[in-house]
């Protein structure tokens, strides 16, 4: 994670996205606290980077996604798009600063206007920014756009004539393939792609991310890759941030995460990746976590003054870990930034030792 830019620093300099101490919490069922979905994550995507942002089910993943793109607004925290800071931005302000960012979701089914042709949901964007190939359009004529929304089309993979379809005319592919040209439509700086390829089927999970890499390749732009999918991101991502109940505890360049994780609950996520090689899978230890998530309560979680989150006196993951000892259960761990041959790499652990060396989480908890 890099430090915050200059407010005046030179347009094309700031990183795609910046994301401080991004704070979202949801009141919980009857008065009784609020809901911690995201509490305190930083992290940063450069212009051209990828970077993926992993967990499981539930660990807020998602609603840092929906931060980013000002579809939920944060508790507190600040959210900045090449430089320029977006958290605060009414609506009317912050329309012209859309062209810049985009999100895919995760099921396109649900995400598509079934009533509208491919050609107005491709288009949409086009006409609403007044942009087509980076230049003002002349004069929004319908030739112009839709020779737009063909070239498009073209370059996700999919014929001109899918133009003049609707979506459930369309297979699953197809119709994420139509999302991806939407939002790619007006080349933004910064594209979050939540979950991309869960909702498809496995036959065509890897030709989405394929087309994903190669546009994302030709166009430059920076991409937030949020996913379960430990396969997936391996192959997408420069780095990746690891999520557990809504904290980032774990960031570094990709190919040195997979190669030594350094938190233990990374290391046991890790763990359940399956490997091709059959002797190997069965030389390799498996990671089991117990206990569960109740042990790792984190108050009433109400915000104190300002919409600031109250700070946590524990690690979040010491009700699992199979390494956790007493100051795990009443101190919170820093976030700390170890060196790395790939770049500086970051941990939330006590277990971590300032020079980079890690505990070994399979001693201590093991299934063959």
């Not at 005046?8 to 996205?17: H, I, M, Q, S, V």
């Not at 166009?219 to 109940?245: N, P, Q, S």
């Not at 060196?339 to 970051?346: A, V």
């Amino acid at each position: 994670m890099s430090t915050a830019p200059d407010a005046t620093a030179p347009e094309g300099t700031a990183p795609a996205l910046e994301v401080r101490g991004l704070v979202r919490h949801f009141a919980a069922p009857r008065g009784k606290g609020s809901v911690r979905a995201v509490d305190g994550v930083s992290l940063t995507v450069g212009r051209g980077e990828v970077v993926g942002l992993v967990g499981e089910s539930g660990s807020g993943k998602s609603t840092v996604g929906r931060c980013v793109v000002r579809l939920d607004t944060p508790t507190a925290g600040t959210v900045r798009i090449g430089g320029t800071d977006i958290t605060r931005l009414s609506r009317r302000r912050l329309r012209p600063l859309r062209k810049d960012f985009n999100i895919v979701y995760q099921d396109p089914s649900a995400s598509l206007d079934p009533r509208m042709r491919v050609s107005r949901i491709v288009g949409e964007p086009l006409l609403l920014h007044r942009v087509v190939s980076g230049t003002a359009l002349r004069g929004c004529t319908r030739d112009e756009v839709r020779g737009r929304v063909e070239e498009l089309l073209g370059q996700v993979g999919l014929p001109p004539g899918t133009a003049d379809r609707r979506p459930h005319e369309l297979s699953g592919g197809q119709r994420q393939r139509v999302s991806i040209a939407r939002a790619l439509a007006v080349d933004p700086m910064l594209l979050v792609a939540d979950e991309p390829t869960s909702a498809l089927d496995v036959s065509v999970q890897a030709s989405v991310l394929n087309l994903l890499a190669d546009l994302q390749r030709d166009r430059g732009f920076g991409c937030l890759f949020i996913t379960h999918d430990l396969a997936a991101v391996e192959f997408l991502a420069d780095r990746i941030a690891v999520m557990y109940l809504g904290e980032i505890i774990e960031t570094a360049p990709a190919a040195e995460l997979f190669a030594a994780p350094k938190h233990p609950y990374t290391q046991a996520l890790l763990s359940a990746v399956p490997v091709p090689d059959p002797p190997v899978q069965r030389a390799r230890k498996r990671i089991v976590l117990q206990g569960d998530l109740s042990g790792s309560a984190l108050g009433p979680g109400l915000p104190g003054p300002g919409g600031v989150a109250q700070t946590v006196d524990h690690c979040r993951f010491h009700t699992r870990c199979p390494l956790a000892f007493d100051r795990c259960r009443t101190e919170a761990p820093e976030h700390r930034t170890l060196p790395g041959p790939g770049g500086t790499r970051t941990v939330a652990c006590h277990l971590v030792a300032d020079d980079g060396t890690a505990p070994d989480a399979a001693a201590a908890h093991v299934r063959p």
